[in-house]
């Protein structure tokens, strides 16, 4: 066997976590040996109220940061931190996500029964969005996983030699497209990413909602304005690392992005703002310009991640 439970360290960056996260916390910390909270800069009660839900595991530990330092740069810290303690595996999770009965087992199995075990280096689970039918839906077949171009961070468990690989993520995106672009820079150093069928996660996106059109549904995320834009910029800005290696990604992740703005028009509110940001942040991707959004001085981005 390649490891157990014991072997794997979680990380859980909060912001602002709302009342609903010890639930949370506490399934996460049955399922792995540590827990790393990696809080943003929440303030206030929500700070407060963070610190006492923490304070009840022992096998948690809070590190809080002075600010927003971006959900990339949070997962580098607490990434990095479990390196130090020498955990072979690391579990990645949002502050509103909710992992499925013996997840990170039936995650962990898949590196012994995988051909190519050597080769994989992320697995991801079967995400279940709220309020929606499962929007993740896999192909039916016999094998317990199927290989992906990516998976989102939570709910995704990944080897502590993919760092050494393909180094840290990249903290220039600040947030969204994190993942994808790890994922993309792994596959193209020849490493494979899993989905595992059986693994499934309980994930909060936005206000999601579910809608029919046609016959078909749809599901608007409800994304503030800000979202909005680091969704565009980064896309835009992954292009042009990856399009020509990665066409099929490229195809799908511009169709996702023409959906996204049919939904805004058909069902979000705040349009004009939402639309506005879409088209900053498209402008500033096809520039090249990185960082935090609103920052004087934008980092360029590359594969190189140290």
């Not at 595996?89 to 962990?108: E, N, T, Y």
Request: charged residues 25%; hydrophobic residues 35%.
């Amino acid at each position: 066997m390649y490891g157990n439970n014991d072997h794997v360290c979680a990380v859980i960056v909060t912001y602002f976590p709302d009342r609903k996260f010890e639930q949370r916390l506490e399934k996460i910390s049955r399922q792995v040996k540590h827990v790393l909270v990696i809080d943003n800069g929440t303030t206030g009660s929500a700070s407060l109220h963070l610190g006492l839900y923490v304070k009840d595991y022992p096998d948690v530990k809070l590190i809080k940061n002075s600010t927003n330092f971006g959900v990339a740069q949070a997962l580098n810290q607490g990434v990095r931190k479990a390196a130090e303690h020498g955990y072979q595996w690391v579990a990645l999770f949002d502050q509103d996500s909710l992992p499925g009965p013996d997840m990170i087992r039936k995650m962990l199995n898949l590196w012994d029964q995988y051909p190519e075990p050597d080769r994989l280096m992320i697995v991801g689970s079967n995400t279940v969005y709220r309020n929606c039918s499962s929007i993740n839906d896999v192909s039916k077949n016999q094998k317990p996983w199927e290989e992906v171009s990516h998976v989102i961070t939570s709910g995704s468990l990944i080897c502590m030699k993919a760092f050494d690989m393909a180094g840290y993520f990249n903290k220039d995106l600040f947030i969204d497209y994190v993942d994808i672009e790890f994922c993309l820079r792994l596959r193209s150093k020849g490493y494979s990413t899993l989905l595992a069928r059986d693994a499934v996660l309980h994930h909060n996106m936005g206000n999601i909602e579910e809608h029919n059109i046609f016959k078909r549904r749809v599901h608007p995320t409800h994304h503030n304005p800000v979202r909005r834009y680091y969704q565009f910029r980064n896309s835009f800005l992954l292009n042009k690392l990856y399009k020509k290696e990665f066409r099929s990604w490229h195809r799908v992740n511009s169709i996702v992005l023409l959906k996204i703005i049919c939904l805004i028009l058909l069902f979000e509110k705040n349009r004009p703002e939402k639309m506005f940001q879409i088209v900053k942040g498209t402008l500033h991707g096809l520039s090249g310009r990185a960082g935090k959004k609103g920052e004087k001085s934008f980092a360029s981005i590359d594969r190189k991640r140290k």
